[in-house]
């Protein structure tokens, strides 16, 4: 177990760290899940510490997850809302006192507190992907305090830790772990891709056999995709893809059906700037819908994931979300939500130290 590089990291995506870190962290997670479990407060570990959160999009999970999960470690989280505070910027989208440059924003709160973590995707950066990812690593680059993804246009990376613990809380680890990320039909278009991708990422990253589903249009990165082959080979797991619904569910343990933006609705010159291009492709798979016919194709014990929140009656029925106890398969999705506050516990105690 690696105990000793984390302080002062920042996190910004899973490739930061390394797979032997990706376990630290998991493992920190887990006793202090186990910590919480048997009321064995923990709250020295960061005692009078500081988080910044910048909330550009809205949330349920993320914002309670780290705001919770700094009380329990003895800290304090502030929400930062963009449009109450001067709407932190780069260079060249700078707007007369309604923005104030992020190098500015970055040095500022860096002398007050003890770490800063960001949301933003989609409007606020119009679609550009990376470009959300780009203002992060540019607070990065100005603060010396850890900078924290809480998701952005690529990644989200403690969604995807808290999607792999629960794996592990399931199977008892990765080897032979048949692991489907999927898109499913919303008839919302505004979905990031940041969950497939970091939930791929990780499941190659620790020896899963992965596969990929998704109709032609609804393509993930392609740097990404490389990574997932590297890592798939580098840990002996696997990665595929098939464009069948049915056929990336059949025999799987892990099923996470959700939807992801596609390929059009980014501006150039990933796509076209087109919602309406991109909502025709989304209806022409409206049938791209997790059932419990469907989990019937699954292993017997397969768990449902979702990230949440889940477009009930479109990307999932209500019996497959509902059905949290067994016999048979099962949705683990509160779990899954309660681990995100156990991951981020776990990293913020280890790079905020
Ligand atoms: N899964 C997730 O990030 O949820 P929120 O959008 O509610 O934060």
Redesign the pocket.
């Known amino acids: 177990m690696k105990t000793t590089s984390f302080k002062g990291r920042d996190f910004l995506a899973e490739t930061d760290f390394t797979r032997e870190e990706i376990e630290t962290v998991l493992t920190v997670a887990e006793q202090l899940k186990k910590d919480r479990a048997m009321n064995n407060y923990h709250d020295q570990l960061l005692r009078s510490k500081t988080l910044f959160m910048i909330f550009y999009n ?6 309670n997850s780290f705001e919770a999960g700094m009380t329990q470690l003895g800290g304090h989280a502030h929400y930062l809302d963009p449009d109450k505070i001067y709407k932190p910027a780069l260079e060249g989208r700078e707007i007369a006192y309604t923005t104030e440059r992020v190098s500015d924003v970055a040095r500022v709160l860096d002398r007050m507190g003890d770490a800063i973590a960001i949301r933003c995707y989609g409007d606020p950066v119009d679609w550009e992907y990376g470009g959300a990812h780009a203002m992060l690593k540019e607070f990065a680059r100005w603060a010396d305090i850890p900078v924290l993804n809480m ?1 952005d246009d690529i990644y ?1 990376p403690f ?1 995807g830790l808290a999607d792999v613990l629960t794996v592990k809380d399931k199977f008892g680890g990765y080897k032979g772990v048949k692991f489907t990320m999927s898109w499913a039909y919303s008839p919302s278009v505004h979905k990031p891709r940041a969950v497939p991708q970091s939930a791929i990422l990780y499941a190659t990253m620790l020896g899963m056999d992965v596969t990929l589903a998704h109709p032609k249009g609804m393509e993930l990165a392609p740097d990404i995709m490389e990574q997932c082959k590297t890592y798939a080979d580098a840990a002996g797991g696997s990665f595929k893809y098939t464009d069948n619904f049915e056929e990336g569910v059949e025999g799987a343990h892990v099923v996470y059906p959700k939807a992801w933006c596609a390929t059009p609705i980014f501006q150039a010159p990933v796509g076209e700037n087109d919602p309406k291009k991109t909502k025709e492709i989304f209806d022409a798979h409206k049938d791209w819908k997790c059932t419990a016919d469907t989990m019937k194709l699954a292993h017997k014990e397969a768990i449902y994931l979702h ?3 889940a477009d009930r009656g479109y990307e999932v029925s209500n019996e497959v979300m509902d059905k949290t106890s067994g016999p048979g398969w099962t949705s683990a999705i509160f779990d899954q939500a309660e681990n995100r506050l156990h991951v981020q516990k776990a990293v913020m105690s280890l790079v905020m130290q």
Not at 58 to 63: A, F, H
């Open positions: 809205q949330s349920l999970r993320t914002r998701e989200h969604q990230c949440l929140p």
